[in-house]
């Protein structure tokens, strides 16, 4: 029973919506301070612990013989990997140290909005399948 | 944290976008106005844009190093008036003139105030949208269990 609600795709999906619904919160912050001085844009990176956490290539892991020893390297396991908000401070695009471009952050609100529906839709699918097994059609 | 967080943030640019044009409204009205209850000519008036921080809560996940927080979007902290010199007309004839016979007017530029209009009112549409779409992904999330 645990495998019909708990598999991994719906993890997968369930963080992926997560990271997507983080993500279109810090492009509207974005946005919303397209006019504001000094102001530097952050963004989401989410993708690449997923792929490490899927394909769990790790780099170099430290050999772990008791359960309380920290672990070193690695790869994580899928319910460790979280959305992480990085600030780009490093760029200018304007005078007044403001580095919003607001073409960009347009372009990638859309993405975002268009990734979260077809993630939706994922889910929705998944459920679809689960019920069809349950009545047996 | 979730998608109506995102509603607050770019409520809160619509706002300040709309203070800053009903500013640079201010400014054009004004833009002969030599006569001030104050005394003097009108000063050219400026918003002050500041991004406001994130929330406490992430403060505390911020101390643990896990996640920089969301910014909860912008705010005005204030109106100041620009310092630039008033622009000196030489009119001995008008009613606030000087002794010098020099009568000082506001130190708008129209061109400047348009543009800037422009920049509120593009920013504004910018905000829209992101509402909107914040609007549309959660009705796909709403529409997940849907039979």
């Given at each position: 029973m645990d495998n019909l609600f708990f598999d991994p795709t719906i993890k997968i999906l369930h963080r992926s919506m997560d990271a997507s619904a983080l993500s279109h919160e810090v492009i509207s912050n974005n946005i919303a301070n397209v006019n504001t001085p000094e102001f530097k844009r952050s963004e989401v990176s989410f993708k690449d612990q997923l792929q490490k956490a899927l394909t769990g290539t790790p780099d170099l892991q430290g050999q772990r013989t008791h359960p309380s020893h920290i672990p070193i390297g690695g790869s994580p396991s899928l319910d460790e990997i979280k959305p992480v908000i990085f600030r780009e401070s490093e760029t200018t695009m304007r005078n007044d140290g403001n580095n919003v471009d607001i073409?960009?952050?347009?372009?990638?609100?859309?993405?975002?909005?268009?990734?979260?529906?077809?993630?939706?839709?994922?889910?929705?699918?998944?459920?679809?399948?689960?019920?069809?097994?349950?009545?047996?059609? | 944290m979730s998608l109506f967080s995102g509603f607050e943030i770019s409520g809160s640019a619509l706002t300040a976008e709309r203070l800053r044009m009903d500013t640079i409204a201010n400014n054009i009205a004004n833009v002969n106005t030599t006569r001030t209850a104050g005394g003097g000519p009108y000063k050219r008036q400026m918003p002050v844009f500041q991004a406001k921080p994130p929330a406490f809560a992430d403060f505390i996940s911020q101390s643990r190093g896990q996640y920089q927080g969301v910014g909860q979007g912008v705010r005005v902290v204030g109106i100041v008036e620009d310092p630039a010199e008033p622009r000196r007309v030489f009119e001995p004839n008008h009613p606030d003139a000087g002794p010098d016979g020099y009568v000082r007017y506001p130190n708008i530029n129209i061109v400047a105030e348009m543009v800037d209009l422009i920049s509120a009112t593009r920013a504004y549409e910018a905000n829209v949208t992101a509402i909107n779409e914040g609007k549309a992904m959660m009705q796909r999330a709403l529409d997940i269990g849907r039979v």
């Open positions: 073409d960009a952050e347009m372009v990638k609100l859309s993405q975002n909005s268009l990734e979260y529906g077809a993630l939706s839709q994922l889910i929705r699918q998944k459920i679809t399948m689960i019920r069809n097994a349950i009545i047996g059609r | -």
